[in-house]
């Protein structure tokens, strides 16, 4: 058994008595899956999903393929895809965005316009697909990504990506915060130490949304209808007679 697997067994025993706290107060309640989807993948550009960066993350030989289905299926649909990454202008200099975040991590090896911050091309974004480059944990926080899910009329977000103790996780709350239902693809999520997955996916599936297997949500996507976003229904009564 290798150290990770040995984590794991660990907060199994764990997770599975607090499972009985939780229950017993009235949480690990589910918000279920809504009609129309998006699909939301946070920070896979390289900096994260490839090795020898200082974001580098564990776990890409799953959560690639993953997300390669999850895109293949969403895309069949047409619902919105979207995708975030973390990039900073100016690092060096007076005019830097990075703010106080970069007293606690390495903000500035993420510059704006570099290889690293570009999303993963074996994931990546189709003509038309929203790239959204965020400066916190978040994809909502300081980003159009709420009204961009709200004109397509989004009811249910779909949440891949890393790293699952932050930027996934706050996107995860923001995303019920904000009105959406949250999915968060148990196979798609990964972090740079194992234990803190684990831990995320239990605390987020008591509180903040559903944590579902990856071949659930794929049978979800294969039931639901074809999307047409609001935008697209505007713009056809406009172009009417």
Request: hydrophobic share 40%; aromatic share 8%.
């Amino acid at each position: 058994m290798t150290d990770a697997d040995a984590v794991r067994a660990a907060l199994q025993t764990i997770f599975e008595a607090d499972t009985g706290i939780y229950q017993t107060r009235g949480f690990q309640r589910r918000v279920g899956y809504g009609s129309r989807p998006a699909l939301v993948h946070i920070d896979l550009a390289n900096a994260w999903t490839r090795p020898g960066h200082a974001f580098s993350c564990e776990g890409m030989e799953t959560i690639i393929p993953a997300v390669q289905a999850l895109n293949e299926a969403g895309r069949a649909k047409g619902i919105p895809v979207v995708y975030t990454t973390t990039a900073y202008q100016d690092v060096d200099g007076p005019n830097s965005d990075i703010g106080l975040w970069g007293r606690k991590i390495p903000c500035e090896l993420l510059p704006l316009g570099s290889e690293d911050v570009e999303i993963d091309s074996r994931i990546a974004p189709a003509d038309g697909e929203l790239v959204l480059v965020k400066k916190c944990a978040s994809g909502f926080h300081g980003t159009n990504l709420a009204s961009y899910l709200n004109a397509h009329g989004v009811d249910t977000v779909i949440v891949t990506g890393v790293t699952m103790a932050g930027c996934v996780r706050h996107t995860t709350e923001d995303a019920i915060a904000q009105g959406f239902r949250p999915i968060v693809v148990r196979e798609a999520v990964g972090d740079r130490v194992p234990g803190v997955v684990e831990w995320n996916l239990f605390d987020i599936d008591a509180k903040f949304g559903d944590v579902e297997a990856l071949e659930d949500v794929l049978s979800y996507l294969d039931g639901i209808a074809p999307f047409t976003s609001r935008v697209a229904r505007l713009e056809g009564a406009v172009a009417a007679p």
